[in-house]
């Protein structure tokens, strides 16, 4: 018996509460603002991109002396910057395969000339398009203006 009693009261109680609840949401309603979810924007981190100058020390280990070693650089020059235009148009058109290409036949050249600067930064732009699973358009732009700068700096200098 005192079961049931015991029910009986858990039932009055609860049937109060939920007639109290409504009483207040009746009564607060204008009051009552709605939860909108926050909405956190990805952060993404950017490469850095700091290198050593550009050197042509792969082109003196060839037995090519000071001169010549500079003069093939600096017909890497022209070619470089005659890719510039091509790069950013193809990164902001998002076709990442012929992006990879371009990057790639660069790489290749500057590989043959020497190290640091333009040189690694190319390495590290084929190996991010070749590790690409999710376009990230911040990360190929920032690589792209990385080109442009890695390309003028190599000309001040053997220039």
Do not use: W
């Amino acid at each position: 018996m005192k079961y049931i009693v015991k029910k009986q009261y858990e039932a009055q109680r609860n049937e109060k509460n939920e007639k109290r609840k409504e009483k207040y949401r009746k009564e607060n309603e204008d009051k009552i603002v709605e939860e909108k979810p926050i909405e956190v924007e990805e952060s993404i981190n950017l490469p850095l991109c700091t290198y050593s100058k550009f050197n042509h020390s792969r082109l003196l280990e060839m037995g090519l002396d000071e001169e010549e070693a500079e003069n093939f650089v600096k017909e890497l020059i022209p070619q470089l910057e005659k890719q510039i235009p091509d790069i950013e148009a193809v990164s902001k058109s998002a076709n990442y395969v012929q992006l990879r290409k371009l990057i790639h036949a660069n790489k290749g050249a500057s590989n043959n000339l020497g190290t640091g600067g333009i040189s690694d930064l190319l390495n590290e732009y084929d190996d991010y398009l070749r590790s690409l699973e999710e376009m990230e358009p911040e990360i190929i732009d920032a690589y792209t203006q990385y080109f442009v700068h890695y390309t003028k700096e190599l000309k001040q200098h053997y220039t």
